[in-house]
């Protein structure tokens, strides 16, 4: 597997959609993302399997799709790694053939050294907005933001805009 920072600038001031699993995503065509640059996360491969790339940090959501679609193991994939909660050996177990075209992010564990009660104190946000920072910057992936339809990102250099359909909007920015 290749590092996630190999990707960075690659796709510079390109539109990317970044698609999280929801049951509204059958509102959208099978051929939606079809020509655009794309991220699945997770369960979206099942409705948009041609997407540029397929994002991972969890095995049994990996193990579940290489199943049920073995293809799988060509597309361009990249995973949080090790997965949440696994073993590196786990990890590279489920993986297999796929680490030939993939990429991989060094996952964080979140909340900050497993305590639950660290998101009710500074630590968890503090540990969050690093994480967020991180990944814009394109050092790291492990971030998901909570829809209920597509997300589309917006990629500038210095700049990322994040526009979901339910209207939330977002800016952030970093020293690139």
């Known amino acids: 597997m290749k590092p996630i920072t190999d990707l960075h600038n690659k796709h510079k001031d390109k539109e990317i959609w970044l698609v999280g699993s929801d049951a509204s995503l059958e509102d959208y065509p099978d051929d939606f993302l079809d020509g655009?640059?794309?991220i699945t996360l997770h369960l979206a491969y099942m409705?948009?399997?041609?997407?540029?790339?397929?994002?991972?940090?969890?095995?049994d959501r990996f193990v579940f799709l290489k199943e049920k679609y073995p293809e799988i193991v060509n597309k361009t994939n990249i995973f949080g790694y090790p997965f949440y909660n696994r073993?590196?050996?786990?990890?590279?177990?489920?993986?297999?053939?796929?680490?030939?075209?993939?990429?991989?992010?060094?996952?964080?564990?979140y909340p900050p050294n497993g305590n639950p009660q660290a998101i009710f104190n500074d630590s968890g946000p503090n540990a969050m907005r690093a994480m967020v920072s991180?990944?814009?910057?394109?050092?790291?992936?492990?971030?998901?933001?909570s829809t209920r339809a597509l997300q589309k990102e917006r990629c500038k250099?210095?700049?990322v805009e994040f526009v979901e359909s339910?209207?939330?909007h977002g800016t952030?920015?970093?020293?690139?």
Do not use: C
């Open 36 to 38: 655009k640059l794309s």
């Open 47 to 59: 409705k948009f399997p041609n997407a540029t790339y397929h994002y991972f940090n969890e095995r």
């Open 87 to 109: 073993s590196k050996e786990v990890a590279d177990e489920a993986i297999g053939k796929a680490r030939d075209k993939s990429y991989y992010l060094d996952l964080k564990p």
């Open 134 to 145: 991180d990944a814009l910057k394109g050092q790291r992936m492990d971030y998901e933001v």
């Open 157 to 159: 250099t210095g700049r």
């Open 166 to 168: 339910s209207g939330w």
């Open 172 to 176: 952030h920015s970093y020293d690139a």
